[in-house]
Every structure is written in structure tokens, then in C-alpha cells.
């Protein structure tokens, strides 16, 4: 077939699909990219860093990605003074279960976490065959008597620095004081929140603390394919140390002959774009965006206020819950008008990611729908 008859197959196959730029896209965590970064992954594209003897340049990139990875999570020793060590992945969730693979293998044998926490926790624990058990939560963050009451030597302390659901930071500071008094690993899933936190700090939004600063913190999730503007496949895993070691294995036939990562080939074409990304917003280009954000999720409540709708629970990070009678039935009278939206049915709410897209014009356009289907 030609060039011009295929494209014109996938451009029915294109129209068929949810996209950014339309103004109707509510539960994503992703955004539309700068040109700039969309080509340099396609001019990376061949790039494998599973391969990575054979990728120096890309290697290069990617260390210089951790680095800025590790500037965001309060890191004060460089990856090169051989303290703090990170790879890019495919995914929050390759990063968790590399943390957890790796924890396993250093002897540490049962998990707690939330509820909230992210499914891919859950999945972590099945493939590597290690219990999990439920902390309780207190208004969306892990409560700390119970974890107290439950914690004991061995285990892996799974803490999220913005949740899925309702974009809820766990106490990391307190969690870290507790696991101090045990021999624990201590794991933060920062997938989302790695991006958002440091620069609500800058701007006078929140004080907390999720990274290396907090001592007991041992390896950290923070994805680039999420607020950090790259485009997938653009997860992370950082280490304090280099326990990378414990999930080593010979691969003879590479040109480093060695390798540490779940996956085997990997697309790196995003680790170049994750690159450019840092390149073109830079520090104070990401603090813009989360201002942005965070701007247009109060323009969002103020509106979703006024016309009568209630907020569920102080949004922390740029997530918001709307309380709704009946959200699987909204959900699916959006969906019918075309919209992608998301919910949460065990808080009985919608969940709106306020990502770049999701300007004050889409909020109108969604309190429209929303009157009209509610009234209905
Ligand atoms: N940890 C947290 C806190 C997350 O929110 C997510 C994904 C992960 C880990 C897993 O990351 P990967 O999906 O990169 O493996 N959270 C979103 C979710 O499950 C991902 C998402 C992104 C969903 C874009 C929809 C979408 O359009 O809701």
C-alpha cells in the first residue's frame, strides 16, 4: 500500500480515540508535549538502553535525567558521588515493582501500605509472592497509629507522595520516624507527585517533606511521563546506594554485560525526550506549570461551588474529587457525550487531573454537562 492509503486507514483509527487537544479529557495524567520533545523521541527512537554499551549518548542522557530526578527529590549528593543511583523505566509501575524486587531480595519479606496506594503495588506483591497488609487510612492519608500498632522488623513500608484517587500526601516524615525504630525498607511512590511537590513548596502551597531528605527513605518512585512533560514509556526508580546489585544479572553477549532492569530492550527514545523536556521547561518552566494547574483547579472549585456541587475532602497536590449522588451513572452519561472522564465509587466522587489541558474553558464546558446530566 502507499504512504497515503495507509494514513488515511489510521486516521479513522485516530479519530476513534480520546485526545488532549479536544478539551475532554478529565482523568488523565498526561498531557499533550512540546514539539521539541515529541521529535527527539522520534529521532531516539532506536535507541535501547537495555543494551546500553551500545547507547553512550543516550546513557549520558539518561544519568543527566536522574540527576535532575534527584535535585527534585532533595537528594544532596549527585549520582556522581556514588550515594544516590537511579534508572529510567517504562513506568510507575516497572518502578515499584523494581523497588519492591529489590527489597525482597535484600531479605525484607511482607508489605503495608493504603488502600490508596497504586494498584501496581498489589501487582508487585503477587508477582514477587509477598504479603501485603492494609494500614488505615485517615482523610486519605496512612495512619500512623495503626501503622504502629501493626509495623515490625522485615517489612517494606510503602508510603505515596500523592495518591491516585485524591492526590493525598502520606505523612513521609512521621512514616520515616517509625520505620527508624525497625529494620524496615522504606519505599515512597512519589509516580505523581515527585513533579508537583517540590514546586508547591516554592510557591507557598504546602511544607512537606517525601524525598531523600526524610533519612528512612530508600528508594523512590517519580515519573517523567507524568507531570514531568516526557512521553512514554518515561518512569523512574531511585536508590539510596547502589542496591540496583540485588536484581543484577550476566548478560555476557551485551557490551556492558551486565544488566539490572526488568525489562530487557527498552525504549529510550523517551529517555532522550525526558531530557529535552528538562531542557525546555527547566526548574522554573515546571514551577509554571504547577502554578498553572493548581490556578485552574481553584478557578475549578470556586465554579463547581457556586453551582451548587460539593468538593470532597481539601485537594493537596492539582487532583480534585467532586461528591456526587451517583458517579458510575454520571461517568457513563459523559462518556455517551464523548467525554474521558474518571471516578472514584468508594468515595462516591468524580476525579478531576488538573494537567495542562485542562484549562478554565474545559471546566465550563464540564459544570454544562455536569447541570445537565444531574438535573436529569
Ligand atoms: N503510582 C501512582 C501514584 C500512580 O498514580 C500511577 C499511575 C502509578 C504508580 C503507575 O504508573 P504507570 O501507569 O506509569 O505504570 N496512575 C495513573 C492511573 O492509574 C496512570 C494513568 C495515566 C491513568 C494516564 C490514565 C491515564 O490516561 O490512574
Not at 47 to 58: D, Q
Not at 109 to 127: C, E, G, Q, W, Y
Not at 130 to 149: A, F, H, Q, R
Not at 344 to 361: A, D, L, Q
Request: glycine share 8%; proline share 4%.
Amino acid at each position: 500500500m502507499n504512504p497515503k492509503r495507509i494514513k488515511k486507514i489510521l486516521q479513522k483509527y485516530y479519530e476513534m480515540d480520546h485526545h488532549y487537544e479536544d478539551g475532554k479529557v478529565l482523568g488523565s495524567m498526561y498531557t499533550y508535549l512540546p514539539e521539541i520533545v515529541l521529535d527527539t523521541f522520534i529521532k531516539f527512537y532506536q535507541a535501547n538502553l537495555g543494551n546500553e554499551g551500545m547507547y553512550p549518548g543516550t546513557k549520558r542522557m539518561e544519568e543527566k535525567v536522574v540527576k535532575f530526578l534527584l535535585t527534585l527529590s532533595s537528594a544532596k549528593a549527585s549520582l556522581f558521588e556514588k550515594k544516590f543511583f537511579g534508572h529510567i523505566v517504562s513506568g510507575g509501575t516497572e518502578a515499584n515493582i523494581t523497588a519492591l524486587w529489590i527489597a525482597r531480595n535484600m531479605g525484607f519479606n511482607r508489605i503495608l501500605t493504603t488502600k490508596d496506594a497504586h494498584f501496581s503495588i498489589r501487582k508487585a506483591a503477587n508477582i514477587l509472592n509477598i504479603p501485603l497488609e492494609e494500614i488505615s487510612m485517615n482523610t486519605g492519608k496512612m495512619d500512623i497509629g495503626d501503622l504502629e500498632s501493626k509495623i515490625r522488623d522485615g517489612d517494606i513500608v510503602v508510603a505515596t507522595a500523592g495518591t491516585t484517587p485524591l492526590g493525598i500526601v502520606d505523612p513521609i516524615k512521621e512514616i520515616g520516624e517509625i520505620c527508624n525504630l525497625y529494620d524496615c525498607f522504606m519505599h515512597v511512590d512519589a509516580a505523581f507527585g515527585g513533579f508537583v511537590i517540590p514546586f508547591l513548596r516554592e510557591l507557598g502551597y504546602m511544607d512537606v517533606k517525601f524525598g531523600f531528605d526524610v533519612p528512612e527513605v530508600m528508594s523512590l518512585t517519580i515519573d517523567p511521563h507524568k507531570m514531568g512533560m516526557a512521553p512514554y514509556p518515561a518512569g523512574a526508580i531511585l536508590m539510596r546506594g547502589n542496591l540496583f546489585k540485588y536484581i543484577e544479572v550476566d548478560a555476557p553477549y551485551l557490551v556492558r554485560g551486565k544488566n539490572a532492569s526488568l525489562l530487557g530492550t527498552r525504549q529510550s527514545g523517551s529517555v532522550a525526550a525526558a531530557y529535552a523536556s528538562i531542557l525546555y521547561f527547566g526548574w522554573n518552566g515546571y514551577r509554571e506549570i504547577v502554578k498553572r494547574c493548581m490556578e485552574n483547579m481553584h478557578y475549578a472549585i470556586r465554579r463547581i461551588q457556586e453551582e451548587g456541587f460539593e468538593i470532597f475532602i481539601k485537594p493537596e497536590l492539582n487532583i480534585l474529587n467532586i461528591k456526587l449522588k451517583n458517579p458510575s451513572r454520571t461517568k457513563r452519561e459523559f462518556l455517551k457525550r464523548g467525554w474521558s472522564v474518571s471516578i472514584n465509587p468508594s468515595y462516591g466522587t468524580m476525579r478531576i487531573v488538573f494537567m495542562p489541558h485542562v484549562t478554565t474553558r474545559v471546566i465550563e464546558n464540564f459544570l454544562k454537562v455536569l447541570k445537565n446530566i444531574e438535573k436529569s
